[in-house]
């Protein structure tokens, strides 16, 4: 094959549409032109979101991955007041590590991976703690874990708290009713389900919770949310240089998801993600978690004894297939494998049958060295007292 086939949740194949837009001719970021490109891409970015009153939204672009997003949004939302972190994954533990550097009052209610959030204990927590921002992250990627954003929203606000959310790995595969949900801040990046290239990230709020941003004292230079918003809202620019090659891209990508339509591309990557877990199932795979608490982005996947994540790694990717290993606590248990991006029919059908493959070649080499198989020329070695009997039996 001439490229890779990236399973993974990000980076993931872009569409050749985004190869042109990438290339486009260049352009001064302190120019009009930057202006409309970026009240384009933010106007797009609030229909992928399905945003009902879009009069009470804005998005900022930050040149930055998904983690500048969330640190941005960490370092300027909580102020003086406290914090509160839910985690039960890789991701809930960076926002938890970030938020300790920027906030003194970061409180932690922390699960075992791969295990579902206790809205129970969250909110016993919540009537005995004074929070005044709580935090998770949408789709913890090391799991494939999907969090329930209505019912943590509707007990952050019923205890007067802001809900934030990291849909870093979520936006564009599933829906966040920011509205509904009762979210102030959700972040997102480029490079995963929307399918454009790494580099930019981005986050969406409530223009109240925007304005109430500068009455907090700045903790960070580049990645102070307060300054994002206020070049936005003055004059649609962004305060640093930005990458403006990714933003052409980034401004195509959601334009091809809004020519598909939003509803039509979560189902169409539904539909791949049920495809590679039938065709899993049917090689005897086990799953780490139900698949009704799944997102619709990855499957991690149980490797079989005999086989080591590793190796299943090193075979796919000699088939031009990448996949991810499992990280923590998941290491050498699991493999994950994505399915957004540029992935066609065939591109799954080609992976299961190159994993079958993969997977019984492995096992065939692990059966041979328990129990090798003898040639069939081999030569015997007789022992004396065979050899004697042997020579009395012909007489």
């Not at 590590?97 to 920027?102: A, F, V």
């Not at 799944?294 to 090193?314: F, G, I, K, N, Q």
């Amino acid at each position: 094959m001439d490229k890779y086939l990236l399973f993974t949740p990000g980076p993931v194949n872009v569409a050749e549409t985004l190869r042109k837009a990438i290339s486009k001719k260049d352009i001064c970021h302190r120019e009009p032109d930057f202006d409309v490109l970026l009240a384009s891409i933010e106007h797009k970015l609030l229909s992928l979101f399905q945003i009902r009153n879009r009069d009470r939204y804005r998005a900022v672009v930050i040149t930055g991955s998904g983690t500048a997003a969330n640190e941005a949004v960490l370092s300027s939302v909580v102020g003086r007041g406290s914090i509160l972190i839910l985690s039960n994954g890789e991701f809930g533990e960076r926002l938890y590590k970030t938020s300790l550097l920027h906030n003194k009052r970061t409180h932690l209610i922390d699960v075992p991976w791969g295990s579902v959030i206790d809205l129970a204990q969250l909110d016993a927590f919540l009537a005995s703690h004074k929070i005044d921002v709580v935090a998770m992250a949408h789709h913890e990627t090391c799991s494939g874990m999907l969090n329930p954003l209505a019912e943590v929203g509707t007990l952050a606000k019923a205890h007067g708290a802001i809900f934030v959310v990291d849909g870093v790995s979520s936006v564009g595969a599933e829906h966040v009713d920011m509205e509904t949900c009762n979210i102030a801040f959700c972040t997102g990046s480029s490079s995963k389900a929307i399918g454009s290239y790494p580099g930019l990230s981005f986050v969406i709020g409530r223009k109240k919770q925007f304005n109430r941003l500068a009455s907090h004292k700045a903790k960070t230079t580049y990645l102070n949310l307060a300054t994002f918003y206020d070049f936005l809202r003055t004059s649609s620019q962004t305060p640093n240089t930005p990458a403006v090659p990714l933003f052409f891209a980034l401004e195509q990508a959601l334009s091809n998801i809004l020519r598909e339509g939003v509803n039509n591309r979560f189902a169409r990557i539904r539909v791949r993600a049920d495809q590679l877990r039938e065709g899993m199932r049917k090689l005897n795979l086990d799953f780490l978690i139900a698949e009704k608490d799944m997102c619709s982005v990855l499957t991690t996947v149980r490797v079989p004894a005999s086989v080591t994540v590793r190796d299943v790694r090193e075979r796919l990717r000699e088939k031009s297939i990448i996949i991810y290993e499992g990280k923590g606590c998941f290491a050498g248990k699991v493999f994950q494998v994505g399915n957004i991006g540029e992935l066609s029919r065939e591109d799954i059908w080609f992976f299961l049958a190159s994993l079958k493959d993969v997977l019984l070649t492995l096992q065939a080499e692990a059966a041979d060295l328990v129990a090798p198989i003898r040639r069939a020329n081999t030569n015997l070695v007789m022992l004396e007292p065979q050899k004697a009997a042997l020579a009395k039996a012909r007489i």
